[in-house]
């Protein structure tokens, strides 16, 4: 009996090695806000990566496919309910991250019997302005950090790739805020953000160098891949705000 604790102990410590192992070719998942609302992007995979779950709020997720769509649905549930039973002012990202899908993913990921889940995200609120933005980092255990406002002007990245997180968590201490004024400007800033977390443990370009880079270059880089991009409209914030954008939004179509 004196042992059991320990052999726990021990199987959770695989089963965090084994999740981090099966996340690890993950591409990243970036987020930006800025004047206009906030931008979601990705490289695109075989299934979707990011989810609108209600009006202002928006997930984006790396993970096995199944695992992704069982919380999104799971988010989406809890989100509508809050909206029917009390109002959509009730229906926030602290409300459904802290009490709702952290609970959920931390009971999963103890369960040591059970498969876990694979599964790491950004949940994302718009707010009515900028300093009223919140950007969410959930992980497969439960844990969760908040970014507010205008820092994430600075960006939100999740990876498969832990080195990476922590390493964008350092660098982005000595940026300074940006103020983006045009959705093509946010775009633009989220694809560099993710050429820097795609090629940081290769080449070890640093976070103010993929940013510092020419604009054609990014953009060069960018028009031979496919991107998941979301916007939401800081403009449409009593309405639906989630859209897709396509190249010819963010100005990869020449």
Known sequence: MIEEPYRWLEAIANRREYIEDQLDG????????????????????????????????????????ADMEKIRQSAIEVAHLEGFTRSRQDVSARRIVAYSLAVALKNAFE?????????????????????????????????????????????????????????????????????????ETMASYAIKLILWASESLNSKITLEEAIKKPAEEVLSWAADSDFEMVFMDRALYEQQSFRPLDRGTWGLNK
């Open 111 to 183: 369960q040591i019997f059970s498969a876990p889940f694979l599964f790491r995200c950004l949940f994302v609120e718009l707010g009515e302005k900028i300093e009223k933005d919140e950007g969410w980092t959930v992980d497969y255990d439960g844990s969760y950090a908040t970014t507010f406002g205008r820092e994430i002007s600075k960006g939100l990245v999740i990876s498969g790739k832990k080195e990476v997180m922590e390493g964008f968590l350092k660098e982005r201490q000595g940026l300074s805020f940006q103020e983006f004024k045009t959705v």
């Open 26 to 65: 993950a591409a990243p998942v970036v987020m930006v806000n800025g004047e206009p609302g906030i931008i979601l992007a990705t490289k695109k995979a075989g299934t979707p990566k990011i989810y609108e779950i209600y009006d202002h709020l928006a997930m984006g997720c790396l993970g096995h496919p």
